[in-house]
């Protein structure tokens, strides 16, 4: 039972500390969902669920032997939040609150892109876990997804939350997302792998 405890203990540690950012991003979707109800709010659910899903799934597929990552071009996924903050600085300023993103697919692209770090700290952690420890991890993630779009869902409810994205929603969520890719470029050090090939 302590093993057990532990395992989930550890299990929680690491999905808060490479998800504590997706809260800023969970609450801009709740947000948008409410101000313009795109994405909508089982889309938001569904799509973490579903890129947070397909990032454990691929951690476990390397962890395995199966699949090779070739780091650090996983870092080339910051170009979408990138694109995507891009496209609604570009919307009409009518928008208070752009929508980014509108349904399940694109929450989930975002959570991918987001979260391809992720993947570096995953495989090792799961390569050292027994068939057991790997199914704890995973339902603590599952029932952590849950805590964090409930987090989400609650910021982005706050009055006061709402009301600096309704007066700043129109440059502050595509900067947001902009600033979300260039910090996925940089840190996963592809922009350095792509100056070495053009030099």
């Known amino acids: 039972m302590i093993d057990l405890l532990s395992t989930a203990a550890g299990a929680a540690a690491v999905f808060a500390a490479t998800n504590i950012d997706d809260i800023v991003i969970l609450t801009l979707f709740f947000v948008a969902a409410r101000t313009t109800e795109r994405p909508r709010p089982w889309q938001i659910v569904a799509g973490q669920y579903l890129g947070v899903g397909a990032l454990a799934l ?33 919307a009409s300023d009518d928008d208070v609150t752009p929508a980014v993103v509108t349904g399940t697919l694109g929450v989930a692209g975002v959570t991918i892109a987001n979260g391809a770090d992720n993947v570096a700290v995953y495989v090792p952690v799961f390569r050292a876990l027994g068939a057991a420890d790997r199914a704890v991890f995973l339902l603590v993630f599952v029932l952590l997804i849950a805590l964090w779009c409930a987090a989400g869902a609650g910021l982005g409810g706050h009055p006061r939350v709402v009301r600096l994205v309704e007066r700043a929603g129109h440059w502050l969520v595509p900067t947001i997302f902009i600033g979300v890719g260039v910090l996925i470029l940089v840190s996963s050090g592809v922009l350095g792998r792509l100056a070495d090939l053009l030099g």
């Open 58 to 90: 691929a951690s476990a597929v390397v962890a395995a032997g199966l699949l090779v990552v070739p780091d650090p071009w996983t870092g080339l996924l910051g170009l979408l939040p990138i694109a995507l903050g891009v496209r609604a600085l570009r």
